[in-house]
């Protein structure tokens, strides 16, 4: 069972919202650990959107609109990347990370396409 | 402003060692990670290991026999070597400065592909 699972693909309307999850391995406790969140497009390094761990620990990437927030599931054992008010641009590749002990591990990715 | 810039071979043969070289740009050296990540064509992304300036290393355990990752702090640079290469390791490889977690500038990336 891979540590982090993301849907493989998702779409949405412009100007609805749009919910990615990100699910965590049984045994790995999101509610310990801080999910950060990338956006990729097609021929782009990935660029860093936010970490949430919580809504006392939580922060926005430098320059990333505040329609791009993070939360959690507790009871999915699942991180959240909520994208309001979709726009065209926003068609991309979504993924999640956490760290354990100074090791990094990606999510398999999220492609987002705007209808 | 932070740039990296990377640089290596493109094209290797089967059990040929992997080598690429990061340079940093604007900003400080010391204080953060230097990361290796990669993506397969088509793939999602895999992180490879990370150093500081002092050396220190962290490795994804899967690569760790393999894997070399180090730092010249006078040439503001870091490199990765990864050995006995195959097919399997074909992929866009990215240099990435991490900063408490938070993976903030990336380099362009570099196609690596490894053929026979």
């Known amino acids: 069972q891979a540590v982090l699972t993301q849907p493989s693909s998702l779409s949405a309307s412009p100007g609805a919202s749009a919910s990615l999850t990100c699910t965590l391995r049984?045994?790995?406790?999101?509610?310990?650990?801080?999910i950060y969140w990338y956006q990729q497009k097609p021929g782009s390094p990935p660029q860093y959107l936010l970490k949430?761990?919580?809504?006392?620990?939580?922060?926005?990437g430098s320059g990333v609109p505040s329609r791009f927030s993070g939360s959690k599931d507790a009871s999915g054992n699942a991180g959240i990347l909520r994208i309001s008010g979709v726009q065209s641009e926003d068609e991309a590749d979504y993924y999640c990370m956490i760290w354990q002990s100074r090791v990094s591990v990606f999510g398999g990715g999220t492609k987002l396409t705007v209808l | 402003q932070v740039q990296l810039q990377q640089w290596g071979a493109g094209l290797l043969k089967p059990s040929e060692t992997l080598s690429l070289t990061c340079s940093v740009y604007?900003?400080?050296?010391?204080?953060?990670?230097w990361s290796w990540i990669r993506q397969p064509p088509g793939k999602g992304l895999e992180w490879i290991g990370e150093?500081?300036?002092?050396?220190?290393?962290n490795y994804n355990p899967s690569l760790k026999s393999r894997l070399t990752i180090s730092i010249d702090t006078s040439k503001n640079q870091f490199s990765l070597n990864l050995s006995s290469v195959t097919a399997a390791d074909t992929a866009v490889y990215y240099c990435?400065?991490?900063?408490?977690?938070?993976?903030?500038?990336w380099g362009r990336g570099s196609l690596v592909t490894v053929s026979s």
């Open positions: 990435a400065r991490d900063l408490d977690g938070e993976i903030d500038h």
């Open positions: 049984s045994g790995i406790n999101v509610g310990a650990n801080k």
């Open positions: 949430y761990k919580s809504d006392s620990d939580k922060q926005q």
């Open positions: 150093i500081d300036h002092s050396g220190s290393t």
């Open positions: 604007g900003g400080s050296f010391s204080g953060y990670y």
